[in-house]
């Protein structure tokens, strides 16, 4: 049997050479409609296909039932669960963290005219499921006659214009593109499960996480699995959320941590398919009149993210690494004589007794005393931040009481297998972050750290485990994208027991982790494609729930040396710029980073470092915002212009906050164009006066300058006095300006 592009070899990826041991089965229409206790429970049955190109229904096999249970949350939630292999519908999850306000809305249900109606209390529709018999004439007995199927469409906020519906998407009924529901068997056990809805030809989709692609996100798949993303120009992602949004203004949220694909009209067109390595689906539904409130509805599922403290939003100055203490001081004395305003110092591989090797101890030489050390930094208005991860490596001073208390998850062979990306070092196991015990084990190590005076963790890492090991209460395939979210809470825990300042510094994310923040994107190549994609995914990345997200500053990695390549001074200032413009600024690669080793730009970094914190009164006005509501603090265009089709496709321009309307210049011609949306626009530097819609053709921006544009009037919060830290800003003496 040669394999096909039709939909049961291409998307629920049957395998030629097991066919004989699998089976699909298909969704028919609905047998019974009921309430029960405020549920709407749909039995919906099955009846396996023959296993051939056109699928059509093995007629010597019994059908399989299995309900469909709907549930309302609030105005503009509606839920989605069923399940072949037999999970429960459950309202807590490491996901999950619901709103107290958002409770389940009791829906009933009603008969007529072969179309069940389903109400909540306060009358409003929010979902139909029709059972019109299938017109059969126009077969003729030319083609096989069609079968019945489940048709169901959902009205998450009670708007009938914004249906969603399930999608029967085929060529004719043998020849099938998308499913409305289905699952597979193997060996007779159920193994993976997809759901379908229909989509529109111009329909336009964001989100899905930190996405490094296009605004509009049509017509491309995404195998929703974790993984060091080696860059931020490729397919893949450090961090995966399984949401998405539709210039139709609703959203989804898969909640589940298995490996799963989002095909957003790609296998077809017509339809957005859902397929999830595990037989269960659990899908919400969310409406809102907005992106924004879809986001906010989103956030009332999995979680609002907490404000971060006042000193993260300065500037931190890292590379990997600084090796000693005195190199650190010396470091951090002269952004004081040079007049660098500055925050944070953060420490890399470099702390341990040996490079890489994290053992969750200073170096005893290269840092003779950790505690002095971070004093006299506190004294000087910095903050020290660490380097970690969620491994323990051979020859590690822990090495042997994690193993012999199973804080890491034994390995079913001694190395590691192909593909496990940990081949830096020996890494012998993945912290257990599924036992309790491992977990607190873990934070241990980080209170002794954090008692020194350390005041934040950057939680590496994550994204990969020891595939090939044994976890607590969890297989690996269901552990590894939710690792991020259970290692991040341990270290987002700790840090805020002892410090007060709930922070990390992470890469790794999944559903749930903007209640950890903050985030940043990753191992970006310094270069005008690692500009663009960073800002791409973060982008998208605030599209998916996260208010809080950096990057690092002029990018990671050098080319063509990895290490050790200079970076163009215009990169370096390019990409300060858009830093002063995100919610958090880090210095950060695998070359020098500090402004000094860059003297032609200097002057002209120094001048931005202190507009960052002259605006230092917004960002953490906007940051708060971005903590109540579905914005996040680096905003695209479209959460405000949701009507303006343009903006579904702008992926160079950004908002910064509520006001300022933000164009990177992301190219070495020192031009670009500009897109302004409707309305009246002042650029916030040079106050010309633009009326839009228009596109601003080839602008020349000097390396100096950014294009910057509020609408005339906005007020903004500053503080106009310099300071070397946020340590010495006395909010008492903010003032305003008015554009």
């Known amino acids: 049997m040669q394999r096909t592009n039709y939909y049961l070899f291409d998307w629920m990826d049957f395998d030629p050479q097991l066919s004989k041991d699998e089976s699909l089965w298909k969704a028919y229409d609905t047998t019974m409609v009921k309430a029960v206790d405020g549920d709407i429970v749909i039995t919906v049955p099955y009846q396996k296909q023959v296993l051939q190109e056109d699928m059509q229904a093995d007629n010597n096999v019994e059908r399989k039932s299995f309900p469909l249970l709907l549930r309302a949350y609030g105005d503009s939630i509606v839920r989605l669960f069923t399940s072949m292999a037999g999970d429960e519908m459950k309202e807590e999850s490491d996901m999950l963290c619901m709103a107290e306000n958002l409770k389940p809305e009791p829906l009933t249900v009603s008969f007529s005219d072969n179309l069940y109606s389903v109400y909540d209390a306060k009358g409003r529709l929010r979902a139909e499921i029709d059972i019109q018999p299938v017109k059969k004439e126009w077969w003729s007995g030319l083609l096989p006659e069609p079968q019945p199927t489940i048709r169901l469409t959902v009205f998450p906020d009670g708007n009938k214009e914004k249906g969603v519906e399930l999608s029967d998407d085929h060529f004719s009924p043998p020849r099938y593109d998308a499913l409305p529901i289905g699952f597979c068997m193997t060996e007779g056990k159920a193994d993976r499960a997809t759901m379908s809805f229909k989509c529109d030809p111009d329909e336009c989709f964001v989100g899905t996480g930190e996405r490094f692609r296009k605004m509009d996100l049509s017509g491309q798949t995404f195998f929703l699995k974790n993984q060091d993303g080696q860059g931020v120009n490729n397919r893949r992602a450090y961090k995966n959320i399984p949401f998405f949004m539709s210039s139709r203004k609703y959203g989804v949220f898969y909640h589940t941590s298995d490996y799963c694909r989002l095909s957003l009209a790609d296998h077809s067109t017509r339809s957005v398919q859902f397929r999830n390595d595990r037989a269960t689906i659990d899908a919400f539904i969310i409406g809102g009149e907005t992106p924004e409130r879809i986001l906010f509805h989103y956030r009332q599922l999995t979680g609002f993210p907490p404000m971060l403290p006042l ?429």
């Open 311 to 739: 000193w993260s939003f300065g500037i931190w100055m890292s590379r990997m690494t600084y090796f000693s203490a005195e190199e650190v001081e010396e470091i951090c004395q002269r952004l004081r004589v040079e007049q660098y305003p500055c925050d944070v110092i953060h420490l890399d591989t470099g702390w341990f007794r040996t490079d890489w090797l994290c053992e969750w101890k200073f170096n005893p030489e290269r840092f003779p005393d950790p505690e002095g050390f971070i004093k006299r930094l506190a004294d000087n208005g910095y903050k020290v931040s660490l380097w970690q991860l969620p491994y323990v490596a051979n020859g590690a001073e822990q090495i042997a009481e994690a193993k012999e208390n199973n804080y890491i998850g034994p390995l079913l062979k001694e190395q590691a297998s192909e593909g496990s990306n940990f081949s830096t070092l020996d890494y012998a196991g993945t912290i257990d972050f599924t036992y309790d015990k491992a977990t607190e084990w873990y934070k241990g190590l980080l209170r002794n750290l954090l008692n020194m005076g350390v005041k934040c963790i950057k939680t590496d890492f994550g994204e990969n485990i020891h595939m090939e090991a044994t976890y607590h209460s969890m297989t690996p395939q269901q552990l590894n994208n939710i690792y991020a979210l259970l290692y991040q809470k341990a270290a987002y825990d700790v840090t805020k027991e002892v410090t007060g300042d709930g922070i990390v510094w992470a890469r790794a994310a999944w559903a749930g982790c903007q209640r950890y923040p903050l985030h940043w994107g990753g191992d970006s190549e310094s270069s005008w494609a690692g500009l663009a994609g960073s800002l791409k995914g973060g982008l998208h990345f605030g599209l998916s729930g996260f208010a809080f997200w950096s990057h690092d500053v002029p990018g990671f990695h050098s080319t063509p040396d990895f290490m050790n390549s200079v970076i163009d001074p215009k990169v370096y200032v390019r990409w300060t710029q858009f830093g002063v413009f995100s919610s958090h600024m880090r210095y950060h690669g695998t070359h020098k980073r500090e402004p000094w080793y860059y003297p032609t730009v200097s002057d002209i970094v120094k001048k931005w470092w202190k507009l960052r914190y002259r605006l230092m009164p917004y960002i953490l006005e906007e940051s708060r915002v971005a903590t109540e509501t579905g914005y996040p603090v680096l905003q695209a265009l479209l959460l405000h212009h949701p009507d303006d089709r343009t903006c579904w496709h702008i992926d160079d321009e950004y908002y910064f906050g509520r006001s300022f309307l933000v164009a990177p210049v992301i190219n070495s011609s020192d031009r670009r164009d500009i897109y302004l949306p409707e309305g009246e626009w002042v650029n916030f530097f040079s106050k010309e006066h633009f009326h839009g819609p228009i596109w601003l053709k080839d602008v020349n921006v000097p390396l100096d300058e950014m294009p910057v544009f509020c609408r005339p009037g906005t007020v903004i919060p500053v503080y106009e006095p310099e300071v070397k830290s946020t340590d010495d800003i006395d909010f008492n003496n903010v003032t305003t300006i008015t554009i």
